[in-house]
Protein backbone atom coordinates (compact mmCIF):
# COMPACT_ATOMS: atom_id res chain seq x y z
CA UNK A 1 0.00 0.00 0.00
CA UNK A 2 2.90 2.47 0.31
CA UNK A 3 2.64 2.72 -3.15
CA UNK A 4 -0.69 4.93 -3.52
CA UNK A 5 0.72 6.53 -0.72
CA UNK A 6 3.28 8.11 -2.50
CA UNK A 7 1.37 8.42 -5.26
CA UNK A 8 -1.06 10.45 -3.41
CA UNK A 9 1.36 12.52 -1.89
CA UNK A 10 2.74 13.32 -5.57
CA UNK A 11 -0.41 14.41 -6.74
CA UNK A 12 -0.81 16.39 -3.44
CA UNK A 13 2.64 18.11 -4.22
CA UNK A 14 1.52 18.40 -7.64
CA UNK A 15 -2.12 20.50 -7.02
CA UNK A 16 -0.65 22.48 -4.45
CA UNK A 17 1.66 23.22 -7.05
CA UNK A 18 -0.35 24.28 -9.67
CA UNK A 19 -2.56 26.50 -7.30
CA UNK A 20 0.24 28.10 -6.42
CA UNK A 21 1.24 28.57 -9.95
CA UNK A 22 -2.61 30.39 -10.53
CA UNK A 23 -1.94 32.45 -7.27
CA UNK A 24 1.52 33.91 -8.96
CA UNK A 25 -0.77 34.69 -12.22
CA UNK A 26 -2.75 36.58 -10.56
CA UNK A 27 -0.31 38.29 -8.27
CA UNK A 28 1.83 39.48 -11.03
CA UNK A 29 -0.77 41.02 -13.69
CA UNK A 30 -0.22 38.52 -16.59
CA UNK A 31 -4.13 37.58 -16.06
CA UNK A 32 -6.91 39.06 -14.59
CA UNK A 33 -8.57 37.35 -11.50
CA UNK A 34 -11.68 35.76 -13.00
CA UNK A 35 -14.51 33.33 -11.88
CA UNK A 36 -13.21 30.68 -13.61
CA UNK A 37 -9.54 30.74 -12.20
CA UNK A 38 -10.17 31.89 -8.97
CA UNK A 39 -12.65 28.30 -8.83
CA UNK A 40 -9.71 26.22 -10.61
CA UNK A 41 -7.09 27.99 -7.57
CA UNK A 42 -9.67 26.91 -4.81
CA UNK A 43 -10.46 23.28 -6.22
CA UNK A 44 -6.37 22.51 -6.58
CA UNK A 45 -6.27 23.79 -3.18
CA UNK A 46 -9.06 21.53 -2.06
CA UNK A 47 -7.95 18.74 -4.00
CA UNK A 48 -4.50 18.92 -2.25
CA UNK A 49 -5.57 18.96 0.86
CA UNK A 50 -7.69 16.20 0.68
CA UNK A 51 -4.96 14.18 -1.29
CA UNK A 52 -2.61 15.21 1.49
CA UNK A 53 -5.19 13.82 3.98
CA UNK A 54 -5.95 10.51 2.42
CA UNK A 55 -1.94 10.12 2.12
CA UNK A 56 -1.32 9.98 5.55
Request: contains cysteine; proline residues 2%; charged residues 10%.
Amino acid sequence: MMGARLYAKWLAALCAGMALFGVGIMVVGYKAPTVGLIATVALLVATAAVLAIKAR
